[in-house]
């Protein structure tokens, strides 16, 4: 049955190849099996106990993406507030963040299945982003529990995978939509979220997002390289082409403030910030 794993295959990889593990772990519902088969993946492929079939078109009759039955998926709109007011406020907040590195977990592993025909260096550098997300996700996890909540607690929203799910048809799109837009939009909120957890004496969770910012900024440069590599390869211009793909997919509009040093970092060429410069200067 579909989703339906025992307990010995749910700490262990039923496979030797690198892709369909990850379409195993991508469709593990409980996050500790989901967390144990990526650390495993990344053990055996770094100790070539893994292969890896570039070219094979991988059949999925798995319901995907797994998922424990909380967090309650909600519109955003409706997801409760955030306040550093309140230690429940700021759980909520923390549990925002986890519910995204969660999700995030997800789209590298459905980075890795899904799409044949990219180089090995592909599977690898999304492999090596799903191992950080997962210690994100671990490292914030624990970090509500030491609060007293537990992911699941409060209500979530379905944003990040929405756009997964749209450029499932195109790894350029995927690469163009999902690290360079949806996750960048991480980088410019981190320094906000650090300082405002700073500031109310959240030293453990300020520390926290400086993980997460320092790894995501490496996690946007992957989309970075590949999305430069497919314009390449298909004789794209790549403002034209993002530009284009925004339209097409209806991807979240772009909006001030920008983390324009971290978005450097992650490889960002000069005219893509230049686009984001005139976002700020003509807001609207």
Same mark, same amino acid.
């Given at each position: 049955?579909?989703?339906?794993?025992?307990?010995?295959?749910? &700490?262990?990889?039923?496979?030797?190849?690198?892709?369909?593990?990850?379409?195993?772990?991508?469709?593990?519902?409980?996050?500790?099996?989901? #967390?144990?088969?990526?650390?495993?993946?990344? &053990?055996?492929?770094?100790?070539?106990?893994?292969?890896? *079939?570039?070219?094979?078109?991988?059949?999925?009759?798995?319901?995907?993406?797994?998922?424990?039955?909380?967090? %309650?998926?909600?519109?955003?709109?409706?997801?409760?507030?955030?306040?550093?007011?309140?230690?429940?406020?700021?759980?909520?907040?923390?549990?925002?963040?986890?519910?995204?590195?969660?999700?995030?977990?997800?789209?590298?592993?459905?980075?890795?299945?899904?799409?044949?025909?990219?180089?090995?260096?592909?599977?690898?550098?999304?492999?090596?982003?799903?191992?950080?997300?997962?210690?994100?996700?671990?490292?914030? =996890?624990?970090?509500?529990?030491?609060?007293?909540?537990?992911?699941?607690?409060?209500?979530?929203?379905?944003?990040?995978?929405? #756009?997964?799910?749209?450029?499932?048809?195109?790894?350029?799109? /995927? #690469?163009?939509?999902?690290?360079?837009?949806?996750?960048?939009?991480?980088? *410019?909120?981190?320094? =906000?979220?650090?300082?405002?957890?700073?500031?109310?004496?959240?030293?453990?969770?300020?520390?926290?997002?400086?993980?997460?910012?320092? *790894?995501?900024?490496?996690?946007?440069?992957?989309?970075?390289?590949?999305?430069?590599?497919?314009?390449?390869?298909?004789?794209?211009?790549?403002? $034209?082409?993002?530009?284009?793909?925004?339209? %097409?997919?209806?991807?979240?509009?772009? /909006?001030?403030?920008?983390?324009?040093?971290?978005?450097?970092?992650?490889?960002?060429?000069? *005219?893509?910030? $230049?686009?984001?410069?005139?976002?700020?200067?003509?807001?609207?």
């Amino acid at each position: 049955m579909p989703n339906t794993y025992n307990a010995q295959m749910q &700490h262990e990889l039923p496979h030797a190849e690198l892709r369909q593990s990850a379409l195993i772990a991508l469709a593990a519902t409980e996050p500790a099996d989901k #967390m144990a088969q990526v650390r495993t993946a990344l &053990h055996r492929w770094q100790h070539g106990q893994l292969t890896v *079939d570039t070219q094979v078109q991988l059949d999925n009759d798995l319901i995907i993406p797994g998922r424990p039955d909380k967090p %309650q998926l909600v519109p955003p709109l409706q997801v409760q507030r955030r306040t550093m007011r309140t230690p429940e406020g700021r759980a909520v907040l923390l549990h925002a963040l986890c519910h995204i590195e969660f999700n995030a977990i997800n789209l590298a592993l459905d980075a890795i299945w899904r799409f044949s025909g990219m180089p090995v260096d592909y599977y690898t550098d999304w492999l090596t982003v799903a191992a950080e997300e997962v210690l994100h996700f671990s490292l914030l =996890s624990e970090h509500l529990a030491g609060m007293g909540y537990a992911y699941g607690d409060f209500t979530g929203h379905d944003t990040l995978w929405e #756009m997964v799910a749209k450029t499932q048809g195109d790894v350029l799109a /995927r #690469m163009a939509l999902v690290p360079r837009t949806m996750e960048a939009r991480g980088l *410019d909120a981190a320094p =906000s979220t650090r300082n405002k957890l700073a500031q109310v004496g959240d030293h453990a969770g300020a520390a926290i997002i400086d993980i997460i910012l320092r *790894d995501e900024i490496g996690h946007v440069a992957t989309g970075n390289r590949w999305f430069s590599f497919l314009c390449a390869q298909r004789g794209l211009e790549p403002v $034209a082409c993002y530009a284009r793909l925004a339209a %097409q997919y209806a991807a979240p509009k772009l /909006r001030a403030p920008f983390n324009l040093e971290a978005r450097r970092a992650a490889g960002f060429t000069e *005219d893509e910030l $230049a686009v984001l410069q005139n976002v700020i200067n003509h807001p609207g």
